[in-house]
């Protein structure tokens, strides 16, 4: 009977799997087109095999009992097996369980997702009291790989792991934002204190030029949107800030080739695979999760005072005429800088830093409840979060509700659904921190550094003080400002970014006949992005038109579906072999539509929708799509769980190259040997201390086509008007064999365990040759190519490395707990090939507006670049550079007429110091980097350290170029010890009014160019966990409160705001300036975690 | 348990449909998926598909000269900045401070904006004559003509605005200096970076050899004075020819083409071709109408296509107050009274006088490029430089009289060869002030660029005199 129906069972399916077969024959397309990982639902088949069991019993005695976790809290959904039954229960709300077993032998056994299953003889006894203990090792175990899983002995790729515990309390806005530090070879540098800004992440170095370096993000399998989508160049958006981190189950991140190909050319820059949270068997679990916390700018400059202000200008205005040869000029003034007074008669002196910044108020709420029977699960969970910036006006809200459901259909169906709607608004004056904005005149960090202190920024009668020509009013002093006011923008404008976003798949997995199994998934991550910004016809940039609103709406949509096809088996008793075939197609369509509306009707409207005299079209209009199709597979092999070997495959399409270069092969091959299983090694005395060794290698060829350009390969015409006349014109010149950027890993490494594992090191050496590089290459400007550039596969560089991480559970006796892991990678970048000999790649900040950065072969991508200078003359305080020739020149502001501004020391005439002068000045690259993390527990005391650090590389910190520009702006404090007297010596030149270029304002000098060694004490936390007893009957299982400070303190010679600023954002080329940044803030928060 | 099966087989069934039709949706479609059409612009292959697209091919040349960094507003901007008339007030190097203080140099933004906004009209209007030359069944040949002549004028343009920036005076040396690179072929792919420089004399023998082609082919005029304004007809070559004859110092030839469209005797009205003409009040041409025929080439401005911000004249030299009127240049020159109506363009503040030809408050003044009333004082210049007193002083007087009916030029102005030239120059500066032509005026009479506030004098021999050839054309054009 039992034999007839698994037969009956079998040959159904195998009849399914070829009408299936047949079905999908009908295209050729199906066979191709399955696809997905080793199942982890294979777990489905045990429990049919159960109840084909036919178990009969003797005799039977009634059993209690309850379950409590580490914690002594009572764990409810605990499934109670009678061990070689079917009979099971599960234990109630109150952790309690009734089971009757058949005799005193029996054996019970308890399993708990998460814990190490627990067997209990049951002897004499009645009632029976279980502690389970979770199961670190678990967890650990299973690496999430691109379409699967994979036990941590199988996978001999290079991959991390951050659970999502240390994740969600953290008072970030995307779960990016806090891996610093966290996972070896991954580098995460925030680069302003701007809310919601995109993190610079790096895995394993820069590994492109012109093509984002943004890793892959593979949310739940479904790869998702990243980079600033809403194409807003004034608010930031990072699209990860539509991902609830408390949402998060677990990250991994995937590093070699050998791992990533199976992502094709999507991994060239890693793959975050994004596991979210799911139900677990039992009775309904809530969570409830919140904290508050207060945000402010740390590491401001200290600006000089009104008095102070005007003593500096004054004398630089004098300065300028005595050297001007005015000195008896009565026409050329000898002071410009003047007091104004308050109607008290106090003096002006104010406060800008005072005036921009603020004290940043937040709160964050999660709620989660999960549970499930045997059957269906379900993960319900709701994020609200209102977090203010440290600069006024800049809020970030998120309302996010998530829905994952796991659901057992039939004995070999299982479906999967995951939804996740959120709402995320972004809202932010004009920062200037954003990529491209360094330079910005509505910049509100570099308007709160240069404003003149002695002005009033609000008159008497609460309006504010703006000149005349819609500039600041500069009061008493006789110049004039071409800035606006600070706090009038502030008061007057608005810019916002609100996501409305649905990320959602649905899965299917199909267990056709024994070890295989299909899985279909289809996902959707949809977003549409309304970007609104309304300036004021009072006062800013919207002045001139007369007041301005420019709303767009953006459109994100892209879809997945995926096919795989999963073979599990042995052949004999020590083959292990499983397959994979899959393959995968997604579509990204994206658009923007919307317009400018200008001349305010009435300064009562504030928005779009009020009146206004005009409308036209909004520049950021575009149409845009792309698409990947990829066929893809795997084939893991160990024998005896002592050899192991992975291959991986896939054949990507890619739309946005040329003709024929769409398609790609890309793959790996990795091996590995667990030398701890070996017999000889166990009977060796080295296993007593090295508990586990596990040696891995792995080769591969990913590559990149990620070009931000869809349509990169087309020369296009595009048009537009000349007055009223519709045009087209040429607008790209494109290259038909545009291909492929690879890019070839070779990756050597060694999983070691000490003391039964009790302190886990894991070493890792990689090669990545990356060629073909995409570059844009630039063309003769005389040719009249559009952007003077094309697109070419040219070029080549590597990233060579060393990871190393140790985990240990230094101290584990009684009470007292000290849980550790230190992370350290070197990643060595260099570039050795571009376009021809003496090419470079120039990288310009803020558009094309200063020259900062070089890509050079021989040298890390984007190096610093600039005029090289020697200190400040002390016979007459001008700045000394040197020029390409090794001459040493000096610059003087102000020359009499006929006289040079650029001489010798000897004052012969010399050449202007231009670009032709310029050098390399340093590294942009960290060299090195990591994380200090630590767990102290005492009692219900825990304590969590976590230290970030990163090095080897140089800032160039054109920000105090700001801070010392002559003109009329205000300085820090530092040109207090300008020169002033034959002899001195000095760093500060003598300041001459008008002088931007001796500090290093109008050009990068080496002056300004420090190194970027720091360590950070990322977070500090102090938890409390109650004890479960003192509840009672109140329904809460746990409560844990905590405070934690995020950003405590930095330790570094750095003199500028933060070593971790990068003004250019993501960008590759221009990596390492510092240029009027809002610096970043420190945290301090108060937070709940409650369980019921 | 037979049911269960049938249940979960029909289930099965329905969700390997779905596959099915998923899986044809992707797969099948592969190729159409990943050979996506732009939906917002053209393939380079499509362009010559309609008389329409060449049209919009041709208002597309033009598009390119009207570029923000090129004559739309920058390039008239730089021209009189780096003159004496104005002063920088708000030393910000977007707004042109390094051109007005000389400090441009290789690397400078305002070296490799001009130069490449100038190449990219001129590979556009490249494009147009190589197409239309595969392409010569889409248009009539009479049009076909037409717009090959619009394309050559529109090269010699940008080539004349590019030889009086980045290369010597040609009056220094009857153009033996080295010039700049000139490229007669459209280009759209990764060959051909390396093109030595032509001779200046080269250039300017390359874009009179346009103008003369261009003149003989193109419409004597068009069907609406907007038209007649911002394209080219055979009297907008004629009037560029006697600028670029002026700049060579080839008088006679400026008198040969000035005297097509300015008959002997007032009052001066073109007799072929659009009539051009002085118009009676000079500040109609600003600010009431932009398409009288004494404009002959302006670069439109439409509510939907200005220039605004930084490159902006309007916002230059008026609404934001970056540059001021030197109070030593024209604007305090006694030969300048108050009574004279184009004093009435500039205002006053505590900050300083301001300039308002521009004064549209959505930036949509058209900038003028060729004047009547330049070819009338052309005319003059050459006269005056050739003997004819009598010609040049009547073609002055025609100018200021239409400003200051009253003015009399004192006899010393006019009475001799050099006072009458250099009365002319004033009268340049006076009346096109703001409109880009004073730089080159001391430039191609070899005169040095005079200080002003703080900003030094520059003499002809100085490396500074002339732009500097940008770094991005040095470093990829390894034949220069």
């Known amino acids: ?1092 | 348990m037979k049911n269960i099966i049938s249940n979960s087989f029909s289930t099965l069934f329905k969700i390997s449909c779905l596959t099915l039709g998923l899986g044809l949706l992707s797969a099948c479609n592969e190729k159409e998926l990943l050979n996506p059409l732009p939906e917002t612009s053209l393939q380079a292959d499509q362009v010559f598909a309609t008389p329409t697209r060449v049209l919009a091919q041709v208002n597309g040349m033009y598009k390119g000269l009207k570029s923000g960094n090129l004559l739309g507003g920058r390039y008239p901007m730089l021209q009189d900045i780096r003159g004496e008339e104005f002063l920088n007030r708000l030393n910000n190097i977007f707004t042109g401070f390094d051109a007005w203080n000389h400090t441009i140099n290789s690397g400078s933004n305002d070296a490799l904006t001009t130069w490449s906004s100038a190449y990219a009209a001129i590979n556009s209007a490249n494009l147009v004559i190589d197409g239309l030359a595969v392409h010569n069944d889409v248009v009539s040949a009479e049009t076909t003509a037409a717009y090959v002549a619009e394309a050559k004028f529109v090269r010699a343009l940008a080539y004349y605005c590019l030889i009086t920036f980045y290369g010597q005076p040609y009056q220094k040396d009857a153009g033996a200096s080295p010039g700049i690179p000139l490229r007669l072929n459209g280009e759209t792919g990764t060959d051909n970076n390396d093109k030595a420089k032509s001779s200046v004399a080269e250039v300017y023998a390359q874009i009179l050899k346009d103008l003369n082609e261009a003149e003989t082919a193109l419409p004597l005029g068009y069907p609406t004075a907007v038209l007649n304004t911002t394209r080219a007809h055979r009297n907008t070559v004629i009037a560029l020819k006697t600028r670029v004859y002026l700049t060579m110092g080839l008088n006679d030839m400026v008198i040969t083409e000035a005297k097509k469209i300015v008959p002997a005797a007032m009052p001066f009205i073109a007799a072929t071709g659009v009539a051009h003409a002085l118009q009676p009040q000079v500040t109609t041409i600003f600010q009431s109408s932009y398409t009288t025929t004494e404009s002959i080439f302006s670069m439109p401005m439409a509510a939907l296509d200005y220039v605004s911000g930084q490159s902006s004249l309007g916002y230059e030299y008026n609404n934001n107050q970056e540059y001021s009127l030197n109070p030593a240049g024209i604007y305090g020159n006694a030969a300048w009274p108050a009574t004279d109506a184009r004093k009435t363009m500039v205002r006053t503040n505590t900050t300083g006088a301001y300039l308002t030809k521009y004064q549209h408050a959505l930036f949509l003044d058209y900038v003028p490029v060729l004047r009547y009333a330049e070819v009338l004082l052309n005319y003059a210049e050459a006269a005056a430089k050739t003997g004819d007193l009598n010609k040049g002083v009547e073609l002055l007087r025609a100018v200021r009289k239409r400003a200051d009916a009253n003015y009399v030029f004192p006899a010393a102005a006019v009475s001799s060869a050099t006072a009458l030239v250099n009365t002319i120059l004033l009268e340049r500066r006076i009346e096109f002030l703001g409109e880009g032509l004073r730089s080159n005026d001391l430039l191609r009479n070899l005169l040095p660029i005079p200080a002003k506030g703080t900003a030094p004098g520059i003499s002809p021999a100085q490396p500074e005199y002339i732009f500097p050839i940008p770094n991005a054309e040095i470093s990829s054009n390894h034949a220069l």
């Open chain 1, 1 to 1092: 009977m039992k034999k007839s129906l698994l037969y009956d069972r079998v040959k159904n399916r195998a009849w399914r799997l070829s009408k299936f077969g047949t079905l999908t024959s009908l295209t050729i397309c199906l066979l191709s087109s399955t696809t997905s990982g080793r199942s982890v639902y294979a777990n489905a088949i045990p429990v049919s095999k159960n109840s084909l069991k036919n178990v009969r019993f003797t005799a039977s005695i009634n059993i209690s009992g309850v379950v409590k976790d580490e914690t002594g809290a009572t764990l409810p959904g605990v499934s109670v097996k009678l061990k070689g039954s079917t009979i099971a229960t599960v234990t109630d709300i109150n952790g309690k369980f009734v089971i009757v077993v058949p005799d005193e032998q029996a054996t019970l056994v308890f399993g708990y997702m998460g814990y190490l299953s627990k067997e209990v003889l049951v002897g004499k006894q009645k009632m029976v009291e279980v502690s389970l203990v979770p199961d670190a090792k678990l967890l650990n175990d299973v690496v999430v790989v691109g379409y699967g899983t994979q036990t941590k002995a199988e996978f001999t790729g290079s991959a991390s792991r951050v659970s999502g515990e240390s994740l969600k309390d953290m008072p970030v806005q995307s779960f990016d934002q806090g891996l610093a530090g966290k996972a070896t070879g991954v580098s995460i540098a925030q680069p302003n204190g701007v809310l919601n800004n995109p993190p610079v992440i790096r895995i394993r170095g820069v590994n492109s030029i012109s093509l984002s370096s943004y890793p892959l993000i593979v949310v739940d399998g479904i790869p998702i949107n990243t980079g600033n989508s809403a194409g807003n160049a004034q608010v930031a958006n990072n699209p990860l800030g539509d991902i609830n981190p408390a949402d998060i189950e677990s990250v991994n991140i995937l590093k070699d080739a050998a791992s990533t190909a199976i992502y094709g050319s999507r991994a060239a820059a890693g793959v975050i695979l994004i596991t979210t949270k799911s139900g677990k068997t039992g009775k309904a679990k809530v969570n409830y999760e919140a904290w508050a916390g207060i945000t402010n700018a740390v590491r401001l400059p200290q600006l000089l005072n009104a008095e102070q202000f005007m003593s500096i200008k004054n004398e630089a205005t004098l300065n300028s005429k005595l050297l001007s040869g005015n000195e008896n000029n009565a026409a050329v003034p000898s002071a410009s800088f003047f007091p104004s007074y308050h109607a008290d008669g106090s003096m002006v002196d104010t406060d800008w830093l005072a005036e921009v910044y603020q004290t940043g108020v937040s709160q964050n709420h999660s709620i989660n409840f999960s549970g499930g029977t045997e059957a269906t699960k379900y993960y319900f969970s709701t994020n609200y979060s209102k977090q203010e910036g440290l600069i006024k006006t800049n809020e970030f809200t998120r309302k996010a509700v998530r829905f994952n459901l796991d659901h057992q259909l039939t004995s070999f169906i299982k479906l999967k659904a995951n939804v996740n709607y959120n709402n995320s608004l972004n809202a932010s004056p004009q920062t200037g921190s954003l990529e491209g904005n360094a330079f910005g005149l509505t910049s509100i960090a570099r308007l709160a550094t240069l404003s003149a202190p002695n002005v009033v920024a609000q008159n008497a009668d609460g309006t504010y003080n703006m000149s005349n020509s819609n500039t600041l009013g500069m009061g008493a002093n006789t110049v004039s400002s071409n800035f606006y006011n600070p706090s009038a923008l502030l008061a007057y404008n608005r810019y916002s970014s609100e996501n409305d976003r649905i990320i959602g798949n649905f899965v299917v997995d199909v267990d056709l006949i024994k070890n295989l199994s299909y899985h279909l998934s289809y996902g959707v991550d949809r977003f549409k992005i309304e970007n609104k910004a309304f300036e004021s016809a009072q006062h800013g940039p919207g002045n001139a038109a007369g007041g301005r609103a420019n709303n767009s709406s953006v459109l994100i949509d892209n879809w997945n579906l995926t096919h795989t096809l999963t073979y599990a088996g042995k052949i004999g008793e020590k083959n292990n072999l499983s397959l994979l075939a899959g393959y995968d197609v997604q579509k990204f369509k994206n658009s923007a539509w919307g317009a400018q509306r200008t001349g305010l009707a009435d300064s009562f409207y504030e928005h779009y929708e009020g009146s206004f005299q005009n409308i036209e079209p909004g520049t950021a209009n575009f149409r845009s799509e792309k698409a990947f199709a990829s066929m893809f597979g795997r084939l893991s092999y160990d024998y005896d769980k002592k050899y192991f070997a992975t291959i991986n495959y896939r054949r990507d399409g890619n739309s946005a190259l040329g003709s024929g270069k769409k398609y790609g092969d890309f793959g790996g091959i990795s091996g590995g040997w667990a030398l701890s299983a070996e017999d000889f090694y166990q009977d060796s005395g080295i296993a007593d201390v090295m508990s586990s060794v596990k040696l891995r290698a792995s080769w591969g060829r990913v590559g990149n086509g990620n070009i931000a350009n869809n349509f990169g390969s087309l020369s296009l015409y595009t048009s537009s008007l000349y007055g009223t006349a519709p045009t087209f014109a040429f607008s790209q010149g494109g290259n038909p064999d545009l291909g492929w950027e690879t890019s070839k890993q070779t990756n050597v490494g060694a999983d070691i365990g000490f003391f039964n594992d009790r302190v886990t090191v894991d070493v890792t050496y990689y090669n990545n040759n990356v060629d073909g590089l995409i570059l844009n290459v630039p063309q003769s400007p005389s040719k009249g190519i559009p952007g003077n550039a094309i697109l070419q596969n040219i070029g080549a560089m590597y990233n060579r490395g060393i990871e190393f991480g140790i985990s240990a559970q230094v101290i584990n006796k009684g009470d007292f707990s000290w849980n550790t892991n230190f992370n350290y990678t070197y990643n060595k970048n260099q570039v050795t090939d571009l376009f021809g000999a003496g090419s470079e790649i120039v990288g310009t900040t803020a558009t094309a507006s200063e020259t900062t950065n070089i890509t050079r072969v021989g040298y890390p991508v984007g190096s610093l670049y600039g005029a090289v200078t020697d200190g400040v003359n002390p016979v007459n305080g001008q700045r000394i550079f040197i020029n390409a020739a090794g001459e040493r020149v000096q610059y003087s502001q102000s020359v009499a007429s006929g006289q040079s501004r650029w001489t010798y020391l000897d004052g012969r005439t010399a050449a202007a110091i231009n670009v032709n002068d310029y050098q390399i000045l340093g590294n942009a690259l960290p060299t090195f980097y990591g994380g200090f993390n630590n767990t102290f527990k005492y009692k219900n005391f825990d304590l969590g350290v976590n230290f970030t650090y990163s090095g080897g590389n140089y800032i160039q910190n054109g920000t105090k170029g700001t801070w010392r520009d002559q003109r009329f702006w205000n300085n820090s404090t530092e040109v207090l010890t300008r020169w002033t007297t034959p002899g001195q010596e000095t760093d500060i030149p003598r300041v001459v009014l008008g002088d931007l270029l001796s500090n290093g304002s109008s050009f990068p000098i080496s002056e300004n160019v420090e190194k970027a060694d720091f360590i950070r004490l990322q977070t500090a936390s102090l938890g409390y966990r109650f004890s479960p007893t003192i509840f009672g009957k109140s329904g809460i299982s746990s409560l844990r409160i905590y405070g934690q400070v995020y950003n405590a303190f930095l330790i570094t010679n750095y003199t500028g705001q933060d070593p971790d600023i990068s003004v250019n954002g993501n960008n590759n080329t221009t990596p390492g300036v510092d240029k009027n940044s809002v610096p970043q803030g420190r945290t301090f928060t108060f937070g709940v975690n409650i369980g019921f």
